[in-house]
């Protein structure tokens, strides 16, 4: 019996090497696809369109925000003749999956639309399993972070707050370690939810650190110092607001409706778009716009091309439509609010009047980089980790 | 006392009558055996006796106390009745050891832990089971196993033991090596037994009475020589013997103030030992197998159909006429088949049953008028 | 010439070996759960132990796929880091699991009691009522009890029902926590409980328990020396199963532990593979089959040779039942008033929420029956077009689960009940043993590894075919609910002797003539019962397709998470409810049709009639 597990066991072993796929092609010179989708990125959407008739086929999109699937409807009555597939993938599920079957014998997706700077950098930019595409036209339009990785559109996460008592005078972020608070502070449980992870560790970036501390300095009226406990502001930061936090919603439409109906003065930290659809909570919740420090988080959803596809030039147009006045709409019309397109020329549209440009958040959250996220993740994940429990 | 009175017990289940108005009395120290086909409502009695299940109507009283009484309400729990109980599967508990199984009501009556060890073993040596005193049931044989379920039966010393077809899982051999024991244990135990079963043979030789039951009816209370002998109709005479009593039917009629039967186109003159009058015309005339003699002297022609010598005696079937009849014959005689014989009915317990009503009417003696 | 007439020896005995189709069978599925079980549970091993891309390089060193004890070492290396990401998680999960499985089975072990030894009322009533909490999703309960018991005294502040009616506000530790945990995974695997126990205390020998009464044991006494320990093998098994679900839930602790940071295994496993710790997340994840083989070895040396026992006689005919008199009355209707509580209360209340315009505002003016017939511009602006009930998406999306349910069942259900022959033919041998455990593994396995080494294999050449394929998906539900499938299967097969096919061999009958002509119409109705488990369990997956099915409007569970995670959540309540709906009538119509339900599935014959 023994003999015979470790007869598996090897067995396994081998087909398990060989089937996650050949082992890493690394060339030098550019592979087929990245020179098309360098031609591509100058040419005309007339240009491309031409160029994707020629490629037969269905081009497939993974997405992990459901909009998707309108944007490809339009595209496709807007250039008939392709013919392009959506698929809604979860957020942890898009990784597992991509990172699966790109470069496998599937036949998976050709391009995808996703969330999380840090997954997206380690396990697939880092491992050589997407293209960067970035179209000339938006060059002026388009901040030149988010030009490669491409970003096509933001979400933001606000820290809002019950105000059925009263306006409860959010200034400062420090004000969020105040033991006093303590389960009053509503947030996603970063563990299962990683773009709050990512928010957290993006704190600890220089650039969010230096806030930090200023804050700390107008909060405390003195400069923030080392201690053995904590090596940076930011560090300290994620303590107290951490040890305040309560992970009872699970969804961002949980916190927003317990927010909206309960206890005077709850803090919430959840999608913006949330207030959209539900009349109540635009009343009962406020912005803690002008609190020192930041006032929330963003996050991009990612315009990506597979390493294995076989449409460059689809993948190409799709990715010009959507970053588009007209394609980026079923994300930016005034039914929606909340998502940002990256492409600055296109004017924000909101019905309830409490939205602002994409400049005046970007001013005032915490972006998500994935480089520096996928530099620092290990030391700050360990910290936070250990403090969720 | 433990003296059983049962008065008027009946149970319905839906409408189904498992046992229909039952009257009887078990005297103390009686064997009292429930015969009958399966399905006659004797497991039934049984349990309601004991408490496992509840009769529809009627009373129940156990020595002094009346266990169960429809109409005052009252039922006893079986815990309360003081019986033992032994069930035809035995009912051993297979996570208990011998030592356990015995022990465990020993306990419920909070004897002390010495007490229970010697009256365990006790229970050991008397059915000569003591080196299984730590197996488990499961590792018993089905003779070991029963030997385990007397004994914890028994154990605790109950006035009134049931029990339920105890034998009807053994062998041959073993079954009657068991009749005898519990035979031996009701004479050494002074315990009322009340023993349901199937098998007439059983019933025959253990009991003191025998009740025999048919379709949830009491069809005879009686000894079992008498239920033998003299069977209050012809579904008793027919369960109990074997072979089984021959039925001839016959007309009765009466000439010159005698009876005389016609039977096998013979006419045989009728002497009756019973004061009943025998005013039909149909009948059935039952005729014990070994009350069918063979002898060269005998009035019936008849021819021998076949004959199956046992050693102790033989069952030959006889032709007379149309008809074939048994008979019992003492030591080993073999007749060639087809063989022409003489034979004769004798004795003075010879059965006349109403056709219809298929009840005795009659016993007494015939004799072949000669031709 | 010695060697040839030993290997024809050999040759002969495997010969005769094969003669017999319990012996080819049990070969056959020897072969095909290694590869369908054993196969994912040795990836899973190797996961362990290799370095994934990401994070995993950076912090060993090491290239891609080269071997490592990175992530034992890290998880196990004691400190901080371990006690916030194994074992304080892993005690929750233990004490969930235990506290769920013995609460369950208490819960369950009196209801099947009351309702096989007693003469209690309503029993027809109380026994279909009492399945409800099983067939709804256990999160559903979740949310319910928070529904019920939230106030203003905890967590948001939200006045939940208790409150707002009877002014009752219950203490923290009540409304959140391994408390309501345990609570909610005991009354969903209650029901579960009570069918295995129930089937058991049905097929026990009566007579074991009439000769205690007799002894003068008191009825707890009989119960507690008498019945528990005979029904203790079913026991222990029903504790495996319901403690293992407990052990791995995800959903209840995250709905009910979020708001105390009450954190089980399974949400630290996900934290992991969040960040890219995917070995430890494997570790993490893989704790939960140890546990399971922990309890399964337990149970074996438990249940050992020496103190085995059948406890199905066939003989149960003359079951008497224990006269409850005067309290029968107020037991039967305060269980019915309780179950009630827990069975048609929490379907009214899911179904309000789908009739909120916005959530959470209980007022007359917000009721809408949009969300379920809506039509056109309106609803368009809630997300999709029209209410689900006029929604094509959400039809055909009902259609494949219906058809995956349907072929999932069939395959396990058909390799369930030929396992079952199979087993309880060569019943003690080996192989029996070996084929018996391997298709209970896929019970232990959580269902996220499942999928993710299902999602590789179809990504390889050999076996690409497979990749998004209806067929996958059926296959993966169909080994994923082979435990009971197979459970069931042997026990249907053990009630039948083997002289009844004996009779059919001496006569030449062939042994698929046997099977199809004689066994099978036998337990036709247990059967059949096999086969509704894996539907309705199929009806209400979501873990196991999110990978695997090629877009999230392919079936109506993955749709379901999809409005989930989008935020529509009177959606996602009304799908829910439909759900849980078509699960009740699919068990009730199946029971007036074929006599087949859920209970008997489970249960392996049993059923309570009314009195």
């Known amino acids: ?389 | ?371 | 010439m010695k060697s040839l007439n030993k290997n024809k020896t050999i040759f002969n005995r495997i010969g005769t070996f094969f003669t017999k189709p319990a012996n080819c069978m049990l070969v056959i599925f020897a072969i095909l759960l290694t590869a369908l079980t054993l196969y994912p549970l040795l990836s899973m091993l190797r996961e362990m132990f290799v370095v994934h891309a990401g994070i995993e390089k950076t912090l060993t060193g090491l290239k891609k796929g080269n071997f490592t004890l990175f992530h034992w070492t890290k998880l196990f290396k004691g400190g901080e880091w371990s006690m916030t990401n194994y074992w304080i998680p892993f005690l929750n999960s233990t004490l969930l699991g235990f506290g769920g499985a013995v609460l369950g089975i208490m819960i369950g072990g009196v209801i099947a009691w009351l309702m096989a030894r007693t003469n209690l009322k309503h029993k027809k009533l109380i026994g279909s009522l009492f399945l409800f909490p099983y067939m709804m999703p256990a999160w559903t309960m979740a949310l319910y009890w928070l529904n019920m018991f939230q106030n203003s005294k905890v967590g948001a502040g939200i006045v939940g029902v208790m409150e707002g009616l009877f002014g009752l506000c219950m203490p923290e530790w009540f409304v959140y926590g391994l408390f309501p945990c345990i609570i909610v995974t005991g009354l969903h695997f209650g029901p579960f409980a009570y069918i295995l126990i129930g089937g058991i205390l049905q097929n026990m020998d009566a007579t074991l328990e009439e000769s205690a009464v007799i002894l003068k044991a008191g009825r707890l006494k009989i119960v507690r020396r008498i019945t528990l320990p005979i029904i203790m093998p079913a026991v222990l098994s029903t504790f495996l199963l319901i403690f293992s679900s407990g052990f791995a839930s995800y959903t209840v602790p995250m709905f009910l532990g979020g708001a105390v940071r009450f954190f089980t295994l399974s949400s630290k496993m996900k934290a992991m593979f969040n960040a890219g710790y995917t070995g430890q997340a494997y570790i993490i994840g893989s704790t939960v089959i140890l546990m399971g083989w922990l309890i399964l070895t337990i149970n074996q040396k438990y249940t050992g040779r020496k103190r085995s026992f059948t406890t199905v006689t066939g003989k149960s005919g003359q079951v008497s039942f224990i006269d409850l008199k005067r309290f029968n009355t107020p037991i039967s209707i305060a269980l019915i008033v309780i179950i009630t509580f827990f069975s048609i209360i929490p379907l009214i209340v899911f179904a309000i929420q789908t009739l909120l315009r916005s959530p959470g505002v209980y007022e007359f003016s917000n009721l809408t029956l949009e969300f379920w017939l809506g039509r056109g511009e309106s609803s368009y602006k809630n997300g999709m077009v029209g209410g689900i009930l006029f929604n094509k998406t959400v039809w055909s999306a009902l259609g494949r689960q219906f058809l995956l349910s349907i072929t999932a069942a069939l395959f396990a259900g058909t390799v369930g009940l030929f396992i079952g022959y199979a087993v309880v033919r060569r019943r003690g041998t080996k192989l029996a043993q070996y084929v018996e455990s391997m298709a209970f593994f896929p019970y232990l396995i959580p269902a996220i590894s499942f999928s993710t080494i299902y999602l590789a294999i179809s990504t390889t050449k050999t076996f690409s075919f497979l990749y998004n394929s209806f067929f996958l998906i059926a296959l993966v539900s169909g080994v994923k609910y082979l435990p009971f499938a197979s459970r069931g299967g042997i026990n249907s097969m053990l009630q039948i002797s083997t002289e009844i096919e004996e009779a059919g061999i001496v006569v030449g009958v062939p042994w698929y003539k046997r099977l199809f002509r004689l066994l099978f119409p036998i337990q036709k109705t247990s059967i059949m019962s096999g086969y509704l488990l894996p539907v309705i369990t199929c009806m209400r997956e979501v873990d196991l397709y999110t990978l695997l099915v090629p877009n999230a409007h392919f079936l109506l569970t993955t749709l379901l998470l999809e409005f989930n995670q989008t935020g529509y959540d009177q959606y996602a309540n009304a799908v829910t409810l439909l759900i849980i709906v078509i699960v009740l009538i699919l068990n009730s119509v199946s029971e007036k049709l074929t006599g087949a339900s859920v209970a008997k599935g489970v249960g392996g014959g049993a059923s309570f009639g009314g009195n």
């Open chain 1, 1 to 389: 019996m023994k003999k015979t597990l470790v007869v598996l066991i090897t067995l396994v072993m081998c087909f398990s090497v060989f089937a996650s796929g050949a082992p890493e092609q690394v060339t030098a010179s550019k592979s087929e696809v990245e020179m098309a989708l360098e031609a591509a990125s100058k040419m005309s959407n007339e240009e491309l369109y031409a160029k994707a008739k020629e490629e037969a086929g269905t081009m497939k999109v993974y997405s992990t925000t459901s909009l998707c699937g309108t944007a490809v409807t339009k595209f496709m009555e807007k250039y008939p003749g392709l013919k392009v597939e959506y698929s809604s993938v979860g957020e942890t599920d898009m990784f597992t999956k991509l990172t699966t079957e790109i470069g496998s014998a599937a036949e998976g997706a050709d391009m995808a639309l996703l969330q999380n700077a840090y997954l997206m950098q380690s396990q697939l930019i880092d491992e050589g399993l997407l293209y960067n595409y970035f179209p000339e036209m938006y060059k002026e339009t388009v901040n030149a972070e988010y030009q490669n990785p491409t970003a096509m559109l933001m979400v933001n996460k606000l820290f809002m707050f019950n105000n059925t008592a009263g306006d409860i005078g959010l200034t400062n972020i420090w004000q969020l370690t105040d033991p006093a608070l303590k389960g009053k502070i509503f947030f996603k449980d970063p563990n299962t939810e990683p773009v709050g992870m990512n928010f957290l560790v993006m704190l600890t970036s220089p650039k969010w650190t230096a806030k930090i501390e200023e804050a700390y300095k107008d909060y405390y009226g003195k400069a923030w110092s080392a201690s053995a406990e904590f090596t940076s502001a930011a560090y300290e930061w994620i303590d107290g607001f951490l040890a305040n936090c309560s992970y009872e919603y699970t969804a961002d439409g949980g916190i927003s409706t317990g927010l909206t109906n309960g206890a005077p003065g709850n803090i919430g930290l959840f999608v913006f778009s949330k207030l959209r659809g539900n009349e109540t909570a635009r009343k009962n919740l406020s912005v803690a716009h002008g609190m020192k420090g930041f006032i929330g988080f963003m996050y991009p959803t990612y315009a990506q091309v597979c390493k294995d596809t076989d449409m460059p030039y689809t993948c190409a147009l799709f990715i010009n439509w959507i970053m588009s006045e007209e394609g980026s709409n079923p994300w930016t019309n005034d039914g929606v609010m909340g998502n940002y397109s990256t492409n600055s020329a296109i004017p924000l549209q909101d019905a309830t009047g409490l939205d602002r440009e994409v400049g005046y958040w970007l001013g005032c959250t915490v972006v998500e980089d994935g480089e520096y996220l996928a530099s620092a993740y290990a030391d700050v994940f360990e910290f936070i980790s250990v403090r969720i429990k």
């Open chain 2, 1 to 371: 006392m433990p003296r059983i009175v049962l008065e008027h017990v009946s149970k319905r289940f839906d409408k189904f009558v498992a046992v229909d108005d039952l009257n009887i009395v078990i005297e103390d120290r009686d064997f009292i055996t429930l015969l009958g086909p399966s399905g006659c409502g004797k497991t039934t009695t049984l349990r309601m006796i004991a408490g496992l299940e509840t009769p529809t109507e009627g009373r129940i009283t156990i020595g002094d106390t009346v266990v169960f009484d429809a109409e005052k309400g009252i039922n006893l729990s079986p815990a309360k009745r003081d019986i033992g109980f032994l069930f035809q599967n035995y009912a051993l508990w297979p996570h208990m050891t011998v030592y356990q199984n015995i022990a465990f009501g020993l306990e419920n009556l909070k004897w002390k832990r010495e007490d229970i060890k010697s009256r365990v073993y006790e229970m050991l040596r008397l059915l000569k089971i003591e080196e299984f005193v730590h197996r488990y049931p499961a590792e018993l044989s089905g003779g070991q196993q029963q030997r385990v379920a007397i004994a914890r039966t028994l154990a605790p010393a109950p006035k009134v033991l049931f029990m339920d077809e105890p034998l009807s899982n053994l062998d041959a051999k073993l079954r009657s090596e068991m009749r005898t024991e519990l035979k031996r244990l009701h004479s050494d135990s002074d315990s009322t037994f009340v023993y349901v079963t199937h098998d007439q043979l059983e019933a025959m030789t253990l009991a003191t009475k025998i009740c025999l039951m048919n379709k949830g009816v009491l069809q005879q209370y009686d000894p079992p020589l008498t239920v033998y002998s003299k069977p209050n109709n012809i579904f008793v005479a027919d369960f109990v013997g074997n072979p089984t009593m021959n039925f001839i039917n016959a007309k009765l009629s009466e000439v010159d103030g005698k009876h005389v039967l016609s039977l096998f186109g013979l006419y045989a003159t009728f002497t009756a030992n019973m004061n009943k009058p025998l005013n039909r015309e149909n009948v059935i005339v039952g005729v014990r197998p070994e009350h069918i003699a063979i002898t060269d002297s005998g009035k019936i022609n008849a021819t021998a159909y076949s004959a199956l010598p046992a050693g102790m005696e033989t069952t030959v079937k006889v032709k007379i006429k149309d008809a074939l009849v048994s008979s019992v014959v003492f030591g080993a005689i073999d007749y060639k088949t087809d063989q022409a014989i003489k034979c004769d009915i004798i004795s003075d317990q010879i059965c006349i049953f109403d056709a219809n009503t298929k009840e005795l009417i009659s016993q007494g003696s015939i004799s072949i008028n000669s031709l």
